[in-house]
């Protein structure tokens, strides 16, 4: 929480600004921007957070995030290599609601903060430094924190009257200070305030804090004040000698509305053209402030009319809007209108879209109407697709800023004006059943004027609050599920014209180092299949010879434990098919994954409340015969293993352990659990899968061909279901769909290769999957599809890596922050470079907006190639990145810089020292790096000279394949002439 005093300072202190405010001003902002470089100016960017579950994906934007640590946060679980996250700790006061407060003896309270309801600690009790250090710190340090932000260090003033009293209770605030680097030594402690005992410690502090310096609270009138001039002057005397007498960095701690991110941004931008590093929130800091950076919100919300108990895996939200948003870079969230619809902040979130079938219930209307009203009054936009959920009255209009059209429809609809976004997939097809008597309002552009009658109306509007596409021009759906569905509006285009959506640095995971990303994974289905041609044997052995040894690419192979062990299914087979999965998972370029136990077909039915459900349709209320009708349910969701019940531990646990005991090579345990059947699996299976320490991806259907050419049939990367689990897509849908649920064509599955090339342009959706059955090993026609589509893909420039390797990336992907530094008073505070921070996993960018990134400054970034659909890629070394955009041609001035130009295979660590770049290079399938401006250059690699091949005005140097890209790689160094 903030300093419990808020700027208390004596009447000195008030008559010395008051008498020398203009000298001092002047005097500090010539200390920090002309003789400016002391510590202050090296400062990392701060964040502080004391809200119960930190964000720890957007706080990873700042190199010091100040955590409230009653809240749960575990800093040692968090993948945040470049940020290191501090505790917050009062030493002056003490919360009741604190773990140590009833181990304080009732003496050492000496005073009550009333307005934060906490008591003043007498520091110059005499075990008060001990007790403080093994109660309070090191419990911290043992949770892995190794900073603290040290506050209520003037909270003595409360009850201390006299000089004596106050001189007793520094010098015990001295001996606490002191008793903690005493113990660790290493430890960073951020003072806030504590002015008066700096002279003595100021040796021990990392940095000092205060807060309103421009904008502060009134916790007592609960209102934002602006600081008085006299009050800020004398803050700035103080800041002026931490700098210059003890070269300590500086913060100020301001406030702002948390809706105002202008009055954020402005602030953070005062503050910081002092010199001083600064942090501007919500008083009880509960929300992600401006700092140095600003972080950009990379959450959407989608709010459905999702029916109760209906899954949320073939929504509308998920299979039309989730796609587009992720391509533009957004993690989708869901809420159905029916749920308490959640508090946001337009520090996190970029957005809200709606899709409705129709009007909502009266009883949620009011709730969604109120809902929607506050959060176009916070800045977030809001984009309606289909309906706007709510009846549209003249009140309504008039919220939304519409104007509410007055006239009937009658006789054919015209289109009376049409935005290039409007018949994207498919021509504009007039409906006027479904019109919506509004037209835009003023401020606002219509994308599709539609007159029938007398009615002339707007289909389809940007607004100042967002915009709208209403049915049937947003997607145009068929009454029969095989009919085709089409985008009417661009999704990409209306999305960010809608959103507001900026121009950003976009994580991405189809590619890395310039080449589009190769994953290959088998579901274990009909392993213990015979092949239907000559030569027989099992289908396992078939694909092994004929495909898996043949090609040698990294792959993902599965097995579904009931079809080989003993207690399955072919109980007399075990023998014969166990030492062919053996063989296969002992492979050096196969990666080991369960497809469970049973192979479930519905994942609903697998936990007890969906039995029930199913259990009682059965039935239809009837007791006779249930126990009959039970077993025949069971053999309905999975397969008919004797004497089997469902049992998601065995589902899951049971069969990692059986592979990793019985099939897979020591060194070389189940990677991946591949879901099974409908792929919808529940959160208690995907909360398993997380117990058993393993990875989990399937389901989504990306499903684009030729004869269904929309956007619709991609699916996004993956779920955000509502209890807070993550269930990652396969990227491209199997050979299943390709033949007709396996009712042939046998040969349907080399039409995957168009989806690969859909997926790739006009933009770039997908990375390359091959992902298909055990049973394509059964027929002739099954494996000469596969091989075409192994041969296309060989032709490609692709980076074939492990499903693992995908997963990690698109996790990665889900929390990672993208921010901008502030402005530097000589650029006119224009946006300074952007901050891109992951755990390293996704190394790869896609940035389409002005300009192009300059290399020869950035930090984690080993260069850049052209990306489908305008813009370029940026290669990265890892999740550490910071980079300018300049002008074209400006970058093109110094492209004579070594870069990166491609590689097959993973670039992690690339560092540059003058004339010499060293990196850590490894690929699993003839791994190679091509260089760009290195005419003059020498490459070894651990620590032997090679000779590289010159080709295209690059470097090529091809190196040996490894197995294990996590744990080994190649020493690369490149030596360049001046």
């Given at each position: 929480?903030?300093?419990?005093?808020?700027?208390?300072?004596?009447?000195?202190?008030?008559?010395?600004?008051?008498?020398?405010?203009?000298?001092?001003?002047?005097?500090?902002?010539?200390?920090?921007?002309?003789?400016?470089?002391?510590?202050?100016?090296?400062?990392?960017?701060?964040?502080?957070?004391?809200?119960?579950?930190?964000?720890?994906?957007?706080?990873?934007?700042?190199?010091?995030?100040?955590?409230?640590?009653?809240?749960?946060?575990?800093?040692?679980?968090?993948?945040?290599?470049?940020?290191?996250?501090?505790?917050?700790?009062?030493?002056?006061?003490?919360?009741?609601?604190?773990?140590?407060?009833?181990?304080?003896?009732?003496?050492?309270?000496?005073?009550?903060?009333?307005?934060?309801?906490?008591?003043?600690?007498?520091?110059?009790?005499?075990?008060?430094?001990?007790?403080?250090?093994?109660?309070?710190?090191?419990?911290?340090?043992?949770?892995?924190?190794?900073?603290?932000?040290?506050?209520?260090?003037?909270?003595?003033?409360?009850?201390?009257?006299?000089?004596?009293?106050?001189?007793?209770?520094?010098?015990?605030?001295?001996?606490?200070?002191?008793?903690?680097?005493?113990?660790?030594?290493?430890?960073?402690?951020?003072?806030?305030?504590?002015?008066?005992?700096?002279?003595?410690?100021?040796?021990?502090?990392?940095?000092?804090?205060?807060?309103?310096?421009?904008?502060?609270?009134?916790?007592?009138?609960?209102?934002?004040?602006?600081?008085?001039?006299?009050?800020?002057?004398?803050?700035?005397?103080?800041?002026?000698?931490?700098?210059?007498?003890?070269?300590?960095?500086?913060?100020?701690?301001?406030?702002?509305?948390?809706?105002?991110?202008?009055?954020?941004?402005?602030?953070?931008?005062?503050?910081?053209?002092?010199?001083?590093?600064?942090?501007?929130?919500?008083?009880?800091?509960?929300?992600?402030?401006?700092?140095?950076?600003?972080?950009?919100?990379?959450?959407?919300?989608?709010?459905?009319?999702?029916?109760?108990?209906?899954?949320?895996?073939?929504?509308?939200?998920?299979?039309?809007?989730?796609?587009?948003?992720?391509?533009?870079?957004?993690?989708?969230?869901?809420?159905?209108?029916?749920?308490?619809?959640?508090?946001?902040?337009?520090?996190?979130?970029?957005?809200?879209?709606?899709?409705?079938?129709?009007?909502?219930?009266?009883?949620?209307?009011?709730?969604?109407?109120?809902?929607?009203?506050?959060?176009?009054?916070?800045?977030?936009?809001?984009?309606?697709?289909?309906?706007?959920?709510?009846?549209?009255?003249?009140?309504?209009?008039?919220?939304?800023?519409?104007?509410?059209?007055?006239?009937?429809?009658?006789?054919?609809?015209?289109?009376?004006?049409?935005?290039?976004?409007?018949?994207?997939?498919?021509?504009?097809?007039?409906?006027?059943?479904?019109?919506?008597?509004?037209?835009?309002?003023?401020?606002?552009?219509?994308?599709?004027?539609?007159?029938?009658?007398?009615?002339?109306?707007?289909?389809?509007?940007?607004?100042?609050?967002?915009?709208?596409?209403?049915?049937?021009?947003?997607?145009?759906?068929?009454?029969?599920?095989?009919?085709?569905?089409?985008?009417?509006?661009?999704?990409?285009?209306?999305?960010?014209?809608?959103?507001?959506?900026?121009?950003?640095?976009?994580?991405?995971?189809?590619?890395?180092?310039?080449?589009?990303?190769?994953?290959?994974?088998?579901?274990?289905?009909?392993?213990?299949?015979?092949?239907?041609?000559?030569?027989g044997g099992f289908s396992g052995e078939v694909l092994f010879?004929?495909?898996?040894?043949?090609?040698?690419?990294?792959?993902?192979?599965?097995?579904?434990?009931?079809?080989?062990?003993?207690?399955?299914?072919?109980?007399?087979?075990?023998?014969?098919?166990?030492?062919?999965?053996?063989?296969?998972?002992?492979?050096?370029?196969?990666?080991?994954?369960?497809?469970?136990?049973?192979?479930?077909?519905?994942?609903?039915?697998?936990?007890?409340?969906?039995?029930?459900?199913?259990?009682?349709?059965?039935?239809?209320?009837?007791?006779?015969?249930?126990?009959?009708?039970?077993?025949?349910?069971?053999?309905?969701?999975?397969?008919?293993?004797?004497?089997?019940?469902?049992?998601?531990?065995?589902?899951?646990?049971?069969?990692?352990?059986?592979?990793?005991?019985?099939?897979?090579?020591?060194?070389?345990?189940?990677?991946?659990?591949?879901?099974?059947?409908?792929?919808?699996?529940?959160?208690?299976?995907?909360?398993?899968?997380?117990?058993?320490?393993?990875?989990?991806?399937?389901?989504?259907?990306?499903?684009?061909?030729?004869?269904?050419?929309?956007?619709?049939?991609?699916?996004?990367?993956?779920?955000?279901?509502?209890?807070?689990?993550?269930?990652?897509?396969?990227?491209?849908?199997?050979?299943?769909?390709?033949?007709?649920?396996?009712?042939?064509?046998?040969?349907?599955?080399?039409?995957?290769?168009?989806?690969?090339?859909?997926?790739?342009?006009?933009?770039?959706?997908?990375?390359?999957?091959?992902?298909?059955?055990?049973?394509?090993?059964?027929?002739?026609?099954?494996?000469?599809?596969?091989?075409?589509?192994?041969?296309?893909?060989?032709?490609?420039?692709?980076?074939?890596?492990?499903?693992?390797?995908?997963?990690?990336?698109?996790?990665?992907?889900?929390?990672?922050?993208?921010?901008?530094?502030?402005?530097?008073?000589?650029?006119?505070?224009?946006?300074?470079?952007?901050?891109?921070?992951?755990?390293?996993?996704?190394?790869?960018?896609?940035?389409?907006?002005?300009?192009?990134?300059?290399?020869?400054?950035?930090?984690?970034?080993?260069?850049?190639?052209?990306?489908?659909?305008?813009?370029?890629?940026?290669?990265?070394?890892?999740?550490?990145?910071r980079f300018v955009m300049r002008d074209a041609?400006?970058?093109?001035?110094?492209?004579?810089?070594?870069?990166?130009?491609?590689?097959?295979?993973?670039?992690?660590?690339?560092?540059?020292?003058?004339?010499?770049?060293?990196?850590?290079?490894?690929?699993?399938?003839?791994?190679?790096?091509?260089?760009?401006?290195?005419?003059?250059?020498?490459?070894?690699?651990?620590?032997?000279?090679?000779?590289?091949?010159?080709?295209?005005?690059?470097?090529?140097?091809?190196?040996?394949?490894?197995?294990?890209?996590?744990?080994?790689?190649?020493?690369?160094?490149?030596?360049?002439?001046?």
């Open positions: 929480m903030p300093s419990r005093l808020h700027g208390v300072m004596t009447q000195v202190a008030r008559w010395l600004a008051q008498g020398m405010a203009l000298v001092l001003a002047l005097s500090f902002a010539t200390v920090a921007t002309a003789a400016g470089p002391g510590p202050a100016a090296a400062m990392p960017s701060i964040a502080f957070h004391y809200g119960a579950r930190p964000p720890v994906d957007a706080l990873q934007a700042f190199d010091i995030a100040v955590v409230e640590p009653d809240s749960g946060f575990d800093p040692r679980q968090a993948a945040t290599p470049a940020t290191a996250w501090f505790a917050y700790v009062s030493v002056g006061e003490v919360l009741e609601s604190r773990a140590y407060y009833k181990a304080i003896p009732q003496a050492w309270f000496i005073g009550r903060n009333d307005a934060w309801k906490a008591h003043v600690i007498d520091q110059a009790a005499e075990d008060w430094p001990a007790f403080y250090v093994d109660k309070v710190i090191a419990p911290l340090w043992e949770r892995g924190y190794r900073g603290f932000f040290l506050d209520t260090l003037d909270s003595y003033q409360l009850a201390a009257r006299t000089d004596t009293e106050r001189a007793r209770q520094e010098a015990g605030m001295v001996r606490v200070i002191r008793a903690i680097k005493a113990r660790y030594p290493e430890a960073r402690l951020v003072f806030n305030r504590g002015f008066e005992i700096l002279p003595q410690v100021h040796g021990l502090a990392y940095a000092v804090a205060f807060e309103s310096l421009f904008r502060g609270w009134d916790q007592g009138k609960g209102c934002y004040v602006e600081v008085p001039q006299a009050d800020r002057d004398w803050l700035l005397a103080q800041a002026r000698t931490i700098r210059e007498q003890y070269r300590l960095p500086v913060i100020s701690i301001d406030y702002c509305p948390p809706a105002d991110r202008r009055c954020a941004r402005e602030t953070a931008q005062r503050i910081r053209a002092l010199g001083i590093t600064p942090y501007v929130a919500d008083p009880a800091l509960q929300t992600i402030g401006v700092g140095s950076v600003e972080v950009l919100p990379r959450r959407v919300l989608v709010v459905q009319g999702q029916p109760p108990g209906e899954s949320i895996d073939n929504s509308e939200g998920v299979r039309f809007v989730s796609m587009p948003l992720n391509y533009l870079g957004y993690r989708v969230e869901f809420a159905g209108v029916g749920d308490p619809l959640p508090d946001l902040g337009p520090d996190r979130y970029a957005g809200v879209v709606t899709w409705f079938e129709g009007p909502v219930d009266e009883a949620a209307a009011g709730r969604l109407r109120q809902w929607l009203g506050k959060q176009m009054e916070k800045g977030i936009p809001v984009a309606f697709l289909n309906d706007f959920g709510l009846r549209m009255t003249g009140t309504l209009a008039h919220s939304l800023g519409l104007d509410l059209a007055k006239g009937r429809v009658g006789g054919p609809v015209q289109v009376v004006s049409k935005d290039p976004m409007m018949g994207f997939e498919a021509a504009v097809s007039p409906d006027r059943s479904r019109a919506v008597p509004v037209q835009a309002g003023a401020g606002s552009r219509p994308l599709l004027r539609l007159r029938s009658g007398t009615l002339t109306y707007d289909a389809a509007a940007i607004t100042p609050w967002g915009g709208y596409a209403i049915r049937p021009y947003a997607v145009l759906t068929g009454i029969r599920s095989t009919d085709p569905e089409r985008w009417i509006v661009q999704p990409l285009a209306f999305l960010r014209e809608a959103l507001r959506l900026p121009a950003m640095p976009v994580p991405d995971v189809t590619t890395e180092n310039g080449r589009r990303l190769l994953t290959i994974h088998i579901d274990g289905d009909g392993f213990a299949s015979r092949a239907e041609m000559p030569g010879r004929e495909v898996f040894d043949r090609y040698r690419l990294p792959m993902t192979m599965s097995v579904i434990q009931a079809e080989l062990s003993a207690d399955g299914m072919y109980p007399k087979l075990s023998a014969e098919l166990e030492p062919i999965a053996r063989k296969i998972f002992a492979q050096p370029y196969v990666e080991v994954a369960s497809h469970t136990f049973s192979h479930p077909f519905t994942w609903a039915l697998t936990v007890p409340e969906g039995r029930q459900s199913a259990q009682a349709g059965k039935n239809h209320g009837h007791d006779h015969g249930a126990g009959k009708q039970a077993t025949q349910a069971e053999e309905a969701y999975h397969l008919p293993v004797p004497g089997y019940t469902m049992d998601l531990n065995r589902e899951i646990g049971g069969s990692i352990e059986y592979i990793n005991r019985k099939l897979a090579p020591a060194n070389k345990p189940v990677s991946l659990l591949l879901w099974s059947g409908d792929c919808q699996p529940p959160a208690q299976a995907l909360k398993l899968a997380a117990q058993a320490r393993v990875l989990n991806m399937n389901g989504g259907d990306t499903v684009i061909t030729r004869s269904n050419p929309s956007w619709t049939a991609i699916a996004p990367l993956g779920i955000n279901k509502p209890d807070g689990t993550f269930q990652v897509f396969a990227p491209n849908q199997n050979e299943n769909v390709y033949t007709n649920l396996w009712h042939g064509p046998y040969y349907g599955f080399e039409r995957v290769i168009e989806t690969f090339e859909l997926t790739d342009k006009p933009y770039r959706f997908k990375p390359v999957n091959i992902y298909y059955h055990s049973y394509s090993g059964t027929k002739v026609a099954s494996l000469k599809a596969l091989r075409k589509v192994y041969d296309y893909v060989l032709a490609q420039p692709l980076l074939p890596l492990h499903s693992s390797d995908y997963v990690r990336k698109v996790l990665d992907w889900q929390d990672m922050a993208v921010a901008r530094e502030l402005g530097d008073p000589g650029d006119g505070m224009q946006p300074g470079a952007w901050i891109v921070r992951g755990d390293g996993n996704l190394r790869n960018l896609r940035w389409t907006g002005a300009g192009m990134p300059e290399l020869a400054s950035a930090r984690g970034v080993t260069g850049t190639s052209a990306a489908p659909g305008g813009g370029v890629y940026l290669h990265l070394d890892g999740g550490d990145v041609p400006a970058v093109a001035a110094s492209a004579s810089t070594l870069q990166l130009a491609e590689a097959n295979g993973i670039v992690r660590n690339w560092q540059r020292q003058g004339s010499v770049t060293r990196f850590a290079f490894g690929g699993y399938y003839k791994p190679f790096f091509r260089l760009a401006g290195a005419a003059n250059c020498r490459v070894s690699v651990d620590g032997k000279p090679v000779q590289g091949v010159r080709e295209r005005d690059t470097l090529r140097v091809d190196t040996a394949p490894l197995t294990d890209l996590n744990h080994a790689s190649q020493a690369v160094e490149i030596r360049c002439a001046a």
